[in-house]
């Protein structure tokens, strides 16, 4: 059957939620299902946001590609000789017909449909589960701004490429319209649309996780996602404020050197803010990240030699690296470790407090604020107290931040993202892929439009470059 992948079809509302509860399936026709139909108990929004949740632990999503592919076209990874997962992208050989690109752009557009539903239903409910019903409608506009602001880092030139964000990103679709055929908002209206979303969540969310764990949101953890945001669009001042906000909440608190390694390898430490659940049920299996990493799975991707060098050996950090002895050449000697789990049950940390002293620490340190250091210090002490305090300043204090944060957030997906953000090459020593250097700007710094979405909506642009 051919597939045509158009974003306003609302079967994609039944196939997100039918996991969670088998009376969306009896709903039809599936193309006029109406917000009052699919949502009408508070188990239904109960049902609707897990599956939201379950939808981001995809294998296309938080679950592997949306962490792997950005790093495999960064300077921190490089390809075993066997790697054929995502090579195209460690390569920037990737077409409009990729399938890695396909299925990141349906589970972003599954969970957006999924979540305006949520958003936009109107039904009365009792007055007992009508703070119940706040909340989830609260984590709703939260996660549709971060299923935005992820899409439009996947799909998009970072928010600076142009002078005023006036550069194509992608379709800002908040409610369904079966005849719908959007073309792309700027970035910059983007942006402002993941910014109100997310204020939106956090003035209905309550400071208690639905769930009581960091795999589902809370006022703070909303505050947490938002200050990211700030600081990608480079407003250091609400990126700043926002970050001590979540600082100071007292809600969570750095994980000890001695415990550091062993969180990677448990669930909902002490400085997780938000996190992707992976239960026995929901993990990847074969196709988690960790496997991409460990030789007991695919092992494609390797750390390269440049990142691990900037590890000290008294650095608690260098155990995400383990030695095998069975690599050679310039693909010896190392590993990733970082997310160690055989079985693929490694909750994916979307957020974790490290990030926010780092998020502060960027944000004061472009606004010339020296006390940047003593957030940077946090981090790196922890990691290794034999580490010298940071005493740079002005331009050599914000190499300082970029450095620390390429050291903690290594394999998180987030190197490509900061070296678009500052307009840096990539330059890959000890190549072991066919391109070694990208120089910036890159039209391929960013993901193709899919071509089934494109032949679906003739009012689609393309990205440059495919």
């Known amino acids: ?4 992948y158009k974003i306003n079809i609302a079967a994609f509302l039944l196939l997100a939620v039918a996991a969670c509860s088998d009376e969306f399936l009896e ?6 299902v109406s917000n009052e139909q699919a949502l009408t108990t508070i ?6 946001i897990t599956a939201v949740y379950n939808g981001l632990s995809s294998a296309n999503y938080y679950g592997r590609y949306f962490l792997l592919v950005p790093d495999v076209m960064s300077d921190d990874v490089k390809q075993h000789p066997s790697a054929n997962r995502a090579k195209d992208y460690a390569e920037y050989i990737a077409t409009v017909g990729d399938g890695i690109a396909l299925g990141m752009w349906q589970e972003m557009w599954q969970n957006i449909n999924a979540l305006n539903a949520i958003i936009n239903a109107d039904v009365e409910l009792p007055a007992a589960v009508e703070a119940d019903r706040n909340h989830i409608v609260g984590e709703a506009y939260a996660l549709r701004g971060l299923v935005y602001f992820d899409m439009v880092r996947m799909f998009a030139q970072h928010y600076t490429y142009t002078n005023d964000a006036s550069h194509l990103g992608v379709p800002l679709v908040l409610e369904f319209d079966q005849f719908n055929e959007p073309s792309r908002n700027t970035v910059e209206e983007v942006y402002n649309q993941i910014i109100a979303d997310m204020n939106q969540g956090i003035s209905m969310l309550s400071n208690n996780p639905r769930t009581g764990r960091t795999s589902t949101l809370n006022n703070t953890a909303a505050k947490a996602l938002l200050a990211r945001v700030y600081l990608y669009k480079e407003d250091w001042a609400n990126a700043e404020a926002l970050a001590t906000e979540v600082i100071n909440s007292g809600e969570y608190t750095l994980v000890s050197n001695g415990n550091y390694l062993s969180s990677w390898s448990s ?3 002490s400085e997780s803010i938000f996190e992707i659940a992976m239960t026995e049920n929901d993990n990847r299996g074969s196709d988690a990240l960790g496997r991409m990493y460990i030789v007991e799975g695919y092992g494609d991707y390797l750390p390269s030699n440049d990142v691990v060098s900037l590890y000290s050996n008294d650095d608690v950090r260098r155990g995400w690296f383990k030695e095998d002895n069975f690599l050679t050449g310039d693909y010896a000697p190392y590993r990733v470790n970082k997310y160690p789990s ?4 490694d909750n994916t940390k979307v957020i974790r407090l490290s990030e926010v002293y780092l998020i502060r620490a960027e944000a004061k340190a472009n606004q010339g604020d020296n006390t940047a250091q003593a957030d940077v210090n946090a981090i790196r002490q922890r990691a290794d107290a034999t580490a010298p305090p940071v005493t740079a300043v002005g331009p050599a204090l914000l190499d300082e931040v970029l450095l620390e944060r390429r050291k903690e957030l290594a394999f ?18 000890q190549c072991t892929s066919s391109i070694c250097t990208i120089n910036y700007p890159n039209n391929r710094f960013i993901l193709p439009i899919p071509e089934a979405e494109l032949d679906a909506n003739p009012n689609m642009q393309p990205n440059p470059g495919y």
């Open 1 to 4: 059957m051919k597939l045509i």
């Open 27 to 32: 709903l039809t026709p599936h193309q006029s």
């Open 43 to 48: 188990d239904d929004y109960n049902s609707s």
């Open 267 to 269: 669930d909902y430490s």
């Open 342 to 345: 055989i079985n693929g049950t």
């Open 412 to 429: 998180e997906g987030q190197r490509l993202w900061d070296l678009m953000r500052y307009k840096q090459d990539v330059v890959r020593n």
